[in-house]
């Protein structure tokens, strides 16, 4: 109270300048306090000089209350050295931190010396606060660092890594310093006292940064490890997801047990969506790294379905030599049933018994055949068809089983085998070829599902395509012989138009009229157009589909027409659609030419021709495409009538 | 319009094989598919007269469609009825030996 009244100001008051400190007139402040309060036994002892240094501090610490390193939590405020001596690793944590400090000392504001001290760290404060003597050794410790192994993150601190653990104990360091200054641990008498007030404010300011750059750096350090756990967390969902798009493509187990019975949509649903969290994960990592994402890394975990994928971020597309993979070397010896072993898939017991029953029947075939002497004729069909690529089999093998399924291929089944005999497992080669230019196009157009799963559209778009195109050009072959002399055809080609054919009618199970037979223009058969045909003739079919078709101007095709405006030529060509517009001339288009090329039997193309005669297809302005789907709809709904489903 | 995989679903499920892994029903579907082969064409031997075996054995491959039904149409006149009762048999014999290897 005396105090307060000499020099104003209470607990939160302003602080006393050195000089005032030194002016305190002692004897009349013990006169005053003794006058103003009752007197106790203690009051009448005389404060030492010691004391009211104290009862100073006392209000220093009260406004100190406010800092936060008074508050410090106790969870993070580690524990204080109980012997005044300092633990290995706050003695390592104050090397670091004099290292680390000692070239920012060329930017320190701080103008008194003791400040500048505490402002390069703890050393200095510990060796302001205690005596000569041990601030000397201290300063000596710093001098000579401890051995490394004496202090491991000494080491640490040399190649100027500071860990958590040392930022912590550096923190402790700061908060000791400060709580002896609170103790007064360096005032053991009036030297202390009479240090400026200021001297101290930037002792404990400098404390206090220390404090809070070990605080940021520890946060630093918790944020990083956080990234980093997060970047760890991001490759492994984007192997996760990758590894689910190669499932997937593999037509492998995925995830979701039911996905291969899912629809189209539901599988591109399903893909788009492996792309995106893999797309999202990707952007993530790369914010936190700015830098891409590792794929070196992720290749590794990644399947070997994984190193076909050539589009980043989007489903893997089927290489060029996996649509044209036909194996064109030499027949293979048969060996029925060896083809696939139920080893070679990872399956579940229940397609281990599908398998192993599918090649269970091969060997009990061909051990039929045998019996019966067949056994050439059966090793020799064998020989080119496990020269197939699977797709081409798998296609097949659909197209034979319906056959099976009454009312769904019906002659389609005949003819499939018949090709199959004569020529492979291409079958017809012009169903295959055409559809493998509609899998071309549609990989042009990015179209997701029938690149992933061309054996499906090979099963059906591409079987039907190719025994309708046939059947077309069967109509045609008809005339090919006949020429035009002497024949005009009943409805000049000039006059045709699409809107001019009538469809088929079922009931009457009606051919193409007569007077829908392509007459092609003597003047539109261009010099190299036939040039084109008899080259094409010399063109392995089971070859390059683009050879074929990327002949500019064949048959006055654009090639940029692309494949479906030329099969809807092809299956309209007894429409008279076929190279319309070239008017006046008679001379038949070489048909027979035509059909040596894509490969289709005269059988074939009859048998087709039955199937849309037998059909209620309105295909009259539909693209071949939709005649195809239309087709199809109508035999699974009579195979699901027929079956009473 | 039905989705074009439906016919393969069919026959997915014509052939019992719905629940396998997609890996799996191309393997079987082209395994049966062969089978089916096999078996017409050990019906067409058997039906062929001993003399011409050799000519059908050597028209199989040769990639003449034409020939080959040439060939074929006056031992088989049908050729779409045999391919389809041999399917049948086959694909009830291929479940009956699932059925078999079931049990």
Redesign the interface.
Known sequence: MAFQEQFGGGGGGRRLTSEELEAIDVEALRKKTKDAVPKTPAAETPPTPEEDHRSILERYKDDKAKYSIFNASPETAPEAPTDGRLSPDALAAIEVRVQETRGKEATTKTTDAEAQKAASGPVTTRNAIESPAKGASKAAEVKNPPTPEKAPTTRKAAEGVSSEATLRAEIAQHREALAAIERKEKSPDLKMFKQPMESIDANVAAHEQGIRDAENKIREIAEERARAQEKEGLQTKIAGHREALAAIE????SPNPNI??Q??GSIDAEVLAHEQEIKNAEQRFQELSGTRVPNAAVAQEATPAQTITTHEGEGRRLSPEELEAFDTGA?AERT??A??TPEA?T??P??R??????????R???T??AA???E???R??????NRMP?WV??G???????????G?T??I????????????ALV?SGTFVAMEAMLSKSKAKQERWWNK?P???A???GLVAGTLAAASLFEGSEEVTAGTAGAAPEVAPATMHPTDFEPIAVAEHTLPPESARVVVPEATIQAEDLAHINELKNIELQGDIKEIFGHKGIFGMNPSDGMEKFMYSVARMDAGEFMQGAGGATKMLPNQEFLQMT??????AE?VRNLIADSSIEYKGKSVH?I???I??Q??RE?LATAGR | MINQDDIRQQVVDKIGIKSASLAVQEAVVSQVGENIMTRVVTAIHGILPEEKRAEFETLIGAGDVDALNAFLKPHVPNLDILVQQEAEKEIAAYKEEVAKQST
């Open positions: 593999r037509g492998e187990k291969l019975r629809s189209i027949p029925p049933g083809e696939v898939f399956v579940s229940e397609d018994i599908f398998l192993s029953a599918s090649q269970e029947r091969a009990g075939l061909w039929e055949a019966a002497g067949a050439s004729a059966v020799k069909l064998g020989a080119w068809y699977i089999k798998v097949a093998g659909v197209g034979l089983i319906a056959a099976g399924m009454t769904v019906g002659p089944g005949g003819a499939l085998a018949l090709g199959m005999l004569a020529r492979g017809a799963h054996k499906a559209y099963a059906v778009f490969g289709i039997s005269q059988y074939q048998a939709q195809m789907e239309a199809a709809e035999r699974v195979s």
